[in-house]
């Protein structure tokens, strides 16, 4: 079709030349073209020859008049193939632009497809994973909810050993452990359909099957601690009491063999940097009166070294601290009368040295105020029953950025070493200002 319009322009373009060539207008006359290449005449009648009887009409002889007809019939001629041409190209450009846009919205439709399956694939494996780790969650703790003991916590003290206390205790944890793991793998799930790339709405049924999954995992946990609420007391009442004795029999030692902590720790572990269970059992089975069979000594290494008993928690077994809640006085005897050392003021942290003595219907004991050292006696609960001490435990501190530590309290002191960040520091004495 295009070789045809270029055949049709070309066809348009000779005959324009041509008529260009035969004719000239000059003077309000035709006359032949001065330049015509067909002929070496020039002429230029000054108006038609005439007419005479027997001769032709100049309208019909081979005239400009005739040729310029002839070459207006065949311009029009072309016109309209070219018309009839024209025509055909819008047509077959309607044809393409409708290919096209069926082209494009076939592949619209496939993409959409694409995702289509790539949203379905996503989200049911998203379920899946999420409701086999729910589902397995919700297995393990149907059956510690099954076999949990019926009683209060005293009851299941006195009737279970610490050993299947903490055995129950053991399951139950398994079992919370297994549900918030699952309830992880649930939130990983929402947080992958938050950050996938399609539509959204493809993604509504798989999210609402998400949201019912968590509701699951949290109905199961709370069964579970309801079900193992009596268990997890009586274990943590009985790891208590269990360590409460452990702690009081090593701090007597302790007091006993006038050795520091740290010396113990170094005797207790052969010089090594922690301390084993059988060493610990070997080492508290010297001690007199300590009153705690296998079972509860293993218990009470399980509490303070959970994570390995190295020298800190070690030093925290054996060291008890309080707390100031009313200010009293420290006096320089047991009795409450002797000598005033001075006042302890709410919030200092008092170290037990020694006690509780009984002096008259008070309870006693001798230590040191942290802040600055000062040892001597003090209440710890008054006659109307409130306590003028509380116990806490061992005040460790951390490093927030580098530092230095010195050798006395004075800032001019020579330095010991530096301090970098994070690292844990024993508080040994104070805190106390730095005087101006």
């Known amino acids: 079709m295009v070789d045809r319009l270029g055949s049709l322009r070309q066809g348009a373009a000779v005959s324009m030349q041509k008529a260009k060539g035969l004719f000239n207008w000059k003077d309000g006359s035709y006359g032949q073209h001065e330049n015509h290449e067909d002929s070496n005449e020039a002429w230029f009648p000054a108006e038609a020859p005439p007419v005479t009887q027997g001769s032709t009409s100049p309208r019909n002889a081979n005239t400009p008049w005739n040729t310029a007809a002839e070459v207006k019939a065949k311009l029009q001629e072309i016109r309209a193939l070219l ?13 393409v632009t409708v290919a096209r846009a069926a082209l ?4 619209k439709g496939e993409l959409q497809q694409l995702q289509e399956s790539r949203c379905k694939e996503f989200a049911s494996k998203a379920v899946a ?16 909810v099954e076999t949990a003991k019926a009683g209060s916590a005293e009851k299941l003290q006195k ?8 055995r129950l205790k053991v399951v139950a944890d398994e079992a919370l452990i297994g549900l918030a793991e699952a309830r992880a793998v649930v939130v990983r799930a929402q947080e992958a359909h938050d950050n996938f790339k399609g539509p959204r709405s493809m993604l509504l049924e798989s999210r609402v099957e998400l949201t019912k999954l968590t509701s699951r995992a949290a109905t199961a946990e709370r069964k579970l601690k309801v079900a193992t609420e009596a268990v997890q007391a009586a274990y943590a009442q009985a790891a208590r009491t269990a360590t409460l004795q452990a702690r009081a029999a090593l701090r007597a030692a302790a007091r006993k063999s006038g050795k520091t902590a740290d010396e113990l720790f170094d005797e207790v572990s052969k010089g090594g940097g922690e301390i084993s269970a059988e060493q610990f059992s070997a080492f508290v089975q010297t001690l007199p009166d300590h009153g705690l069979n296998a079972e509860q000594v293993a218990l009470v290494f399980r509490e303070v070294g959970k994570h390995g008993l190295r020298k800190p928690g070690f030093a925290k ?26 006042r302890i003021e709410k919030t200092e942290l008092f170290e037990v040295l020694e006690g509780p003595a009984d002096a008259g219907q008070l309870k006693r004991v001798r230590g040191r105020a942290l802040r600055d050292g000062t040892a ?5 609960k008054g006659s109307d029953g409130v306590a003028f001490l509380k116990a806490r435990e061992k005040p460790f501190l951390g490093v927030s950025q580098p530092t230095t530590l010195l050798q006395a309290f004075d800032p001019d002191s020579p330095a010991v070493r530096p301090l970098q960040q994070d690292e844990v520091l024993e508080l040994l004495e104070g805190p106390r200002p730095l005087d101006p």
Not at 104 to 107: D, F, K, L, M, S
Not at 159 to 166: F, G, H, K, T, V
Not at 376 to 380: I, Q
């Open 83 to 95: 018309g009839q041409e024209r025509a055909k190209v819008d047509t077959l450009k309607k044809r």
């Open 104 to 107: 494009a919205q076939h592949r």
């Open 129 to 144: 994973a999420s409701t086999a780790a729910i589902e397995a969650a919700e297995a393990k703790a149907s059956k510690v």
């Open 159 to 166: 009737e279970l050993s610490a050993s299947e206390l903490e």
């Open 317 to 342: 077994a054996l060291q008890e601290f309080c707390i100031c809640e009313r200010p009293t006085e420290i006096t320089y005897d047991v009795e409450p009368a002797s000598g005033v050392v001075r």
């Open 376 to 380: 001597g006696w003090v209440t710890l």
